[in-house]
């Protein structure tokens, strides 16, 4: 929709914005506030003299290769609607999306990778549209259903100046948690049946995979385990886990008040530990420049013997992270079980499935009747296994086949998803309803899927997406700061006694009570 005044201030300062960025770039080709209380619809179809309904749909996930697709076409005639695509590329998106929305030209529906600092600076230069969340959940019950069992926090994301904006959105597989990985041969090797379950076990197996040549060559040339010293938020996640803590996490102490995991008493007893480890050679000493390459290397050449930032889909043996490299060289990947936290829990590192609302155009919201028929196409799309395969695989005998639940693809250019426009353009909360996993998993994943995760428990960033401007000003040398302390703790270049007390006090003192107080705050504000 064209916007020539009332939101001319925010176009303008686009505008601006996109004038600055394309003078550098030169050459780049690169809430409701309806009064009507909301009522469930009747219905998609409609009646065959009322007009369809124009949407224009931004996205810049798997852009179909043409205008008229079978997809588009379906949804059209369902939900008598006219669909014009605004087809953006994943590189390229922002630049260009930032020129159309100066243009005045906003869409319907956003690009599913827009942030949360893009839902502020849109929200207040009048972009976007707030809507009401009862509105949400009397549209699309069944996807609200869903997004609920996943992470009903997600709700608060949303939320700005007493407003919420778009609509949830989660990704599951954020809280799908790291879980530790033995050679199977090698603990057989030591006298092992089964995988260490506690972390005195864990320093007995190690020991031994250093000692007692669990690889049969003559040689003392293993190591117990090895990190991702590239990727530090990774690093020996199951240690810290087991003292309940994650140092790259905000968590509550004791006493309920909002903490750093980076510099907690637990974090300091899990890096004596590591420090301890190391000293006695059971850490490869490479892990400080270690990434996953080096570790499917390292790995499959029996060089080390645990690994320990793997997902439950990281053990089947297809995966290209140290299951298949493993199989290959004929090394067998035996998945853990997380050790027990002081609480009785058994704790996985997980990301968080929080992510920024689906945002919509300003225009909507005093658009009901367009507002709430996009509500029920992406609760058909999400939700409905009609609508899911629709918009993910295309037309059913032509361009998959379904085994049972599972779609499957065929194969050669002329099935490729684009050609159908399937691929998830028109479907951006895809991922929420896992109910629909039947359709995308194997069953034989699925069950390895409820098997890894029996038990146990993400270990979650208490408050997870968020508009966090200290934090903005402040992170880059923050985690400088606990990175270089961290790998040194490690080593022992530094201490955990008195140089904890220090590290503690800089990060605090550089920034970080700031970012503290701000998590908490916001926090606060959600509940």
């Not at 690009?111 to 009401?132: C, E, R």
Request: glycine share 10%; hydrophobic share 35%.
């Amino acid at each position: 929709m064209k916007y020539t005044r009332r939101k001319w201030l925010g176009l303008a300062a686009i505008a601006l914005s996109v004038s600055l960025v394309m003078s550098g770039c030169s050459g780049n080709n690169g809430g409701n506030t309806g009064t009507n209380e909301p009522k469930p619809a009747n219905g998609s179809g409609a009646s065959a003299t009322e007009a369809p309904l124009e949407i224009t749909w931004a996205n810049n996930f798997n852009t179909p290769e043409k205008d008229g697709n079978y997809v588009q076409t379906e949804l059209e005639k369902k939900f008598n609607v006219k669909i014009k695509n605004v087809k953006l590329e994943r590189g390229t998106w922002k630049e260009k999306f930032t020129v159309l929305l100066a243009s005045g030209d906003i869409p319907d529906i956003f690009p599913i990778d827009a942030n949360v600092t893009d839902m502020v600076t849109w929200a207040d230069q009048g972009i976007i549209a707030s809507i009401d969340p009862k509105e949400i959940e009397t549209y699309m019950p069944n996807f609200t259903a869903a997004l609920n069992s996943v992470d009903s926090g997600a709700w608060g994301v949303g939320l700005y100046n007493g407003k919420n904006w778009g609509i949830p959105k989660v990704w599951p597989g954020g809280l799908d948690g790291f879980i530790p990985g033995y050679n199977e041969a090698w603990l057989k090797n030591i006298g092992y049946t089964e995988p260490p379950k506690t972390l005195e076990e864990l320093e007995d197996v190690l020991t031994k995979f250093v000692n007692e040549d669990p690889d049969k060559n003559g040689k003392k040339d293993t190591y117990g385990l090895t990190g991702r010293g590239k990727l530090t938020e990774q690093l020996f996640t199951s240690i810290f886990s087991a003292y309940g803590v994650s140092p790259y996490q905000f968590k509550k102490d004791a006493a309920g008040n909002v903490v750093y995991g980076g510099v907690t008493e637990e974090t300091r007893s899990a890096l004596k530990l590591l420090n301890k480890w190391y000293k006695s050679g059971l850490i490869d000493p490479e892990f400080i420049t270690s990434d996953n390459n080096e570790i499917n290397i390292k790995f499959a050449n029996q060089k080390i013997g645990m690994v320990d930032n793997g997902k439950w889909g990281n053990f089947d043996k297809e995966s290209g992270f140290v299951t298949k490299p493993g199989l290959e060289k004929g090394q067998v990947f035996l998945p853990g079980k997380p050790f027990t936290a002081p609480d009785g829990k058994a704790y996985a590192f997980a990301y968080g499935a929080r992510q920024a609302p689906l945002l919509l155009g300003a225009q909507l919201e005093k658009d009901e009747k367009k507002r709430q028929k996009i509500m029920e196409i992406l609760e058909y799309v999400s939700t409905n296994s009609e609508g899911y395969l629709l918009t993910g695989f295309g037309e059913k005998g032509v361009s998959y086949e379904m085994q049972g639940d599972l779609a499957v693809p065929k194969t050669g250019e002329e099935f490729a998803a684009p050609k159908f426009g399937a691929g998830n353009f028109y479907n951006p909360l895809s991922s929420t309803d896992v109910s629909m996993q039947k359709h995308t998993l194997k069953p034989e994943l699925l069950q390895l899927k409820e098997k890894l995760s029996a038990g146990v428990t993400p270990m979650l960033d208490i408050l997870g997406e968020a508009v966090l401007p200290t934090k903005a000003q402040n992170w880059a040398n923050l985690k400088t700061v606990q990175d270089t302390y961290l790998i040194k703790a490690i080593t022992g270049d530094a201490n955990t006694d008195k140089d904890f007390d220090s590290f503690k006090a800089s990060w605090l003192g550089a920034g970080g009570q700031a970012v503290t107080d701000e998590v908490a705050k916001v926090l606060a504000e959600r509940k």
